[in-house]
């Protein structure tokens, strides 16, 4: 199919841009890179009136490190820019270690950081590592600007806190604190796929060994990003070993309660969710043990 009839603006300035919101409201969509929004067009699952195109907008595609270490992402750096980035490499592990998981090659090369996290597809990657990390969202309109907390952002499956006139600019990743682990698992039907289910897992010791932080945060199980905030509460001030871990796995499926499809039943992804929290924590536990574990 053919998408419905609409007016194409390309704006050169973000000012520019949220004037065009402004003006068109409800009737317009943002097309950062594409990937999710044109299909959508071409099944009629979305007619927009009008299309601002962000893709001469340069100013929103960076990369850069603030003094205090907190990793700043425009919202218009494509996927290959963040998977190939030293300073991601270095101050952001988990972004970069599940850039790669994200679609195919070809994907990354067009589709945006902002653009996946702003789509707020419950299976998407970004959104959930985004939550897991504590990251922050930069929105703007022709009104101001505010920051947002990921785990603010998403409302409900591709549902987000931003208003018509609004737009993503910028993603903050705050620097992590020394002893921290990370990991990112997910299982899928085949390579490049949407994951059944998958989770990221942020961790912190103390001096004697101790968690002192944990987050674990899942995606495919509901309507946005799914934090299992009392199974990590097993974990805090507790000395780690495989039977707490295991422990703290097993009590997840106590907060999730994910849908069935074609491609899985419930049953099945809560045996997933377990699996992959225990090989998180691992992970994550492991790499925050590791000798000359430091925040960059």
């Excluded at 959930?128 to 930069?138: E, H, M, N, Q, S």
């Excluded at 495989?242 to 907060?255: C, F, G, K, N």
Aim: aromatic share 6%.
């Amino acid at each position: 199919m053919k998408p419905a009839p609409f007016e194409y603006i390309a704006p050169t300035t973000v000012e520019e841009a949220l004037g065009h919101l402004a003006e068109y409201g409800y009737d317009a969509k943002i097309l950062a890179g594409g990937q999710s929004l044109i299909p959508m067009m071409n099944f009629r699952l979305a007619q927009p009136s009008v299309l601002v195109d962000l893709n001469k907008l340069a100013e929103l595609s960076f990369i850069r490190s603030e003094k205090d270490g907190e990793l700043r992402i425009g919202a218009m750096t494509r996927h290959f820019q963040v998977e190939r980035d030293d300073l991601v490499a270095e101050h952001a592990p988990l972004i970069h270690e599940a850039m790669p998981k994200i679609a195919t090659p070809q994907i990354r090369s067009r589709g945006t950081f902002g653009g996946s996290i702003a789509h707020a597809d419950p299976a998407a990657e970004l959104t959930t590592i985004c939550v897991a990390l504590d990251g922050r969202f930069r929105c703007q309109s022709a009104r101001g600007e505010r920051w947002v907390p990921a785990q603010d952002f998403f409302l409900g499956m591709f549902t987000s806190v931003l208003e018509p006139d609004e737009m993503l600019v910028e993603i903050a990743i705050p620097p992590m604190a020394p002893r921290t682990g990370w990991a990112l698992e997910e299982a899928a039907r085949r390579a490049h796929d949407f994951a059944l289910v998958g989770v990221g897992a942020v961790v912190t010791l103390d001096a004697k060994d101790c968690c002192e932080r944990a987050r674990l945060v899942f995606f495919s199980v509901g309507d946005g990003p799914v934090e299992a905030v009392k199974a990590t509460e097993m974990l805090i001030g507790k000395e780690v070993s495989p039977d707490l871990i295991r422990a703290a796995a097993e009590a997840v499926t106590d907060e999730l309660d994910p849908s069935a499809d074609i491609h899985a039943s419930v049953q099945y992804r809560l045996h997933l969710a377990r699996v992959l929290a225990r090989r998180a924590l691992e992970k994550a536990f492991a790499r925050a043990a590791a000798p000359g574990t430091q925040a960059a």
